[in-house]
DNA sequence: CATCGGTGGATACTAGCACTATCCAAACCG
DNA sequence: CGGTTTGGATAGTGCTAGTATCCACCGATG
């Protein structure tokens, strides 16, 4: 297809298009002649699955990029892909140095223990939740997220993870982790907040008499 | 305190500070002069509340300012106050009209009222979860979240609405509904890809012989 | 065969956001 | 009394994610 069927089919603008080519997260189109070249549906999903980790997952083009040249590199083993993939999920946390904020690295320990999981030193999801654990110190609101752990357990063994595919394509393993991380990620996200719009409706409905 | 103690103890600069006094997230300091005024602990808390939504949450300052405002102005109703903060936290999505859309809006329909929620028609939350579902459907993934929202509601009811003190002072109430929903979010989301990591881990080790 | 609109490629420009920097005059502190 | 801090106003910065413009070219249309 040419760039103005990929452009109405993606919804995007052709210029933006061309944005990306020249970023790399979309590969160049088959060249056909000087100006011309034809793209194929692999664009179109490379193009949804941009659109899905900016618009939906809110990441920077810089870290897309940086999952897309991973999944584009073949030299990489898949394991170390992955760790890529999963750095590049999240947002740099600067470390605040202060009493709280050992006291929540302590925290974030003694909640990885508790479930058993193994993970590495400087995985980023951990930073991220000292941070976490160190904003809720700073506000003086609780701090015990077991059962959070516990439930976020459940969730990733029960439901998650078998309905991965490990086997297929490399770039399919990859996108599958990827995209389970943010989308499923955002989804329990929305629907934790439409469950907790729900519970304080009931608990407002009880404790007012009424208006 | 003046200027500069507020500075420091917050890790702010100054600057910074008298950004959020002009923008109107942090009230004027108590006038002692024409160049000199005194803040106090309310003014503290409010910064660290700021950074918490900003740097945690990654709130655009505008929304933050619209939860404030709506705590700031005593004459709201608590629930319209709730509504405003509960808008603010959502980033706004814009439908992209076609079938997968039409689709995903039935699916979040079915996801909603199998949990016997009842939520508002235009609720934030609602559309997110639609604009991911339209996501997933775009990228042939599976839109079966009846487990998720299953957890979803067991966390909020079990674990998380029983924790807050609904009573005591209007701006308390807001403050942990919102920092509740985007502080425990968070954690909950590093927990799970916490729980991923060394899901993915183990699967490795048993699948792979060895290096 | 002429020409007209859709390319590829390069370069420059833009809007929005969250600050930062600079300046001024008043005021406090020793 | 002189150096430092402050409040208040205005202007400028760096970054991100695009947009816009220009050009030469090419391929289908009449």
């Known amino acids: 297809m040419r760039m103005s069927e990929l452009s109405s089919r993606s919804g995007l603008a052709i210029a933006t298009i061309k944005y990306y080519l020249r970023e790399g997260l979309l590969p160049q189109g088959r060249p056909l002649?000087?100006?011309?070249a034809d793209y194929d549906e692999s664009h179109l999903r490379r193009l949804r699955l941009i659109r899905a980790l900016l618009e939906v997952g809110r990441l920077p083009i810089a870290s897309i990029k940086q999952i897309i040249s991973a999944v584009d590199d073949d030299s990489l083993p898949t394991h170390v892909m992955l760790g890529v993939a999963r750095h590049a999920l999240s947002a740099a946390v600067a470390p605040e140095p202060g009493d709280d904020w050992s006291e929540a690295e302590h925290d974030a320990e003694r909640l990885i223990a508790a479930q058993g999981w193994r993970i590495g030193r400087r995985a980023p999801a951990r930073a991220e939740l000292v941070q976490t654990?160190?904003?809720?110190?700073?506000?003086?609101?609780s701090?015990?997220?077991?059962?959070?752990?516990?439930?976020?357990?459940?969730?990733?063994?029960?439901?998650?993870?078998?309905?991965?595919?490990?086997?297929?394509?490399?770039?399919?393993t990859v996108?599958?982790?990827?995209?389970?991380?943010?989308?499923y990620g955002k989804a329990f996200d929305a629907l934790r907040r439409l469950a907790r719009e729900a519970a304080e409706a009931e608990v407002s409905l009880s404790t007012a008499p009424d208006a």
Chains 1, 2 share one sequence.
Do not use: K
């Open 143 to 172: 701090t015990d997220l077991g059962h959070h752990a516990e439930l976020a357990h459940r969730l990733v063994t029960e439901i998650e993870i078998p309905s991965v595919t490990p086997d297929g394509p490399r770039d399919s």
């Open 175 to 183: 996108e599958s982790v990827v995209l389970g991380t943010v989308l």
């Open 133 to 141: 654990l160190h904003r809720l110190r700073q506000l003086e609101l």
């Open 33 to 36: 002649a000087a100006t011309r």
